[in-house]
């Protein structure tokens, strides 16, 4: 649901992130089906971003399913759908992506750029645990991002 929102409240600009519980199982195909049913309104979407996990395969597996979902709508820009990858992107990281022949068109570089090793950035995500005094629960596919409320 939240993909649909967010797509309605931005169609022109439909990014979405797809890593939150499991990439190529469900948050790919839940933008893909977003943006399906955006095509049938008029706009395209943009892409997907990607800022946890291995993220040369990610975006290999992502790139695949664009293909597949072009093929079998006969819509062709699926093909060239944009993925963006963040997740403390540095020069060694680059680099290693490189080495793994990635899919990603855009790296948003945030940490390693304004910091520097010898006085490095605190790393910190903030995770909602309750909302009016209802408990929430992170799932992910990485057992260590999995918060359990209460």
């Given at each position: 649901?939240?993909?649909a ?22 948050g790919?195909p839940?933008?893909l089906c977003?943006?399906?049913?955006l095509y049938?309104f008029g706009?395209?979407?943009?892409g ?14 992502t790139?695949r399913?664009f ?10 820009f ?10 403390d992107?540095?020069?060694?990281t680059?680099v290693?992506?490189?080495?793994q ?7 948003g570089?945030g ?10 950035a ?29």
């Open positions: 649901m939240a993909f929102h967010y797509a309605a409240s931005f169609p022109s600009k439909f990014l979405a992130l797809v890593d939150t519980y499991d990439t190529i199982a469900s790919v839940n933008f977003v943006s399906l049913a049938r706009y395209k979407a943009i997907i971003r990607l800022d946890s996990g291995d993220l040369a395969y990610l975006s290999k597996a790139r399913l293909i597949t979902t072009a093929q079998k709508t006969n819509l062709e699926f093909t060239s759908l944009t993925i963006v990858a963040s997740n992107i540095s020069e060694e680059l290693s992506l490189n080495q022949g990635h899919e990603i068109n855009c790296f570089i940490t390693n750029l304004v910091t520097c090793k010898t006085q490095p605190m790393g910190c995500v903030f995770k909602l645990v309750e909302i009016e005094n209802s408990p929430r629960i992170k799932l992910s596919e990485d057992v260590i991002k999995v918060h359990l409320p209460g």
